[in-house]
């Protein structure tokens, strides 16, 4: 099993920054990639951002040039600049391990003024 813990996660005023982080209970070269998901009330669970072992990023439309991915050993982080009300949810951290996915609880982040 798996563990995941996020953190980083609060209330910041639109055009404000945020960095989450997450770190697995594994050594890094067991993850084939980690990203991160987001659910806001009311709506389905969607693909924030995600980097593979190799590096390779990949970003949802709606945070390409505001939210930034990266990985050091067996942690991820998430830089999010010029955060939106839109961009209020519960961030999830996610790790595909073989051919396993595993989450963590989640980090509230609420944008508002």
């Known amino acids: 099993q798996v563990q995941l813990v996020e953190s980083g996660g609060g209330l910041v005023q639109p055009g404000g920054s945020l960095r989450l982080s997450c770190a697995a209970s594994?050594?890094?070269?067991?993850?084939?990639?980690m990203g991160w998901y987001r659910q806001a009330p009311g709506i389905q669970r969607e693909l924030v951002a995600v980097?593979?072992?190799?590096?390779s990023t990949n970003y949802a439309d709606s945070v390409k040039g505001r939210f930034t991915i990266s990985r050091d050993n067996a942690k991820v982080y998430l830089q999010m600049n010029g955060l939106k009300p839109e961009d209020t949810a519960v961030y999830y951290c996610?790790?595909?391990?073989?051919?396993?996915?595993?989450w963590g609880k989640g980090t509230l982040v609420t944008v508002s003024s």
């Open positions: 594994i050594s890094m070269f067991s993850i084939r990639a």
């Open positions: 996610n790790a595909v391990v073989d051919l396993m996915t595993f």
């Open positions: 980097i593979t072992s190799g590096g």
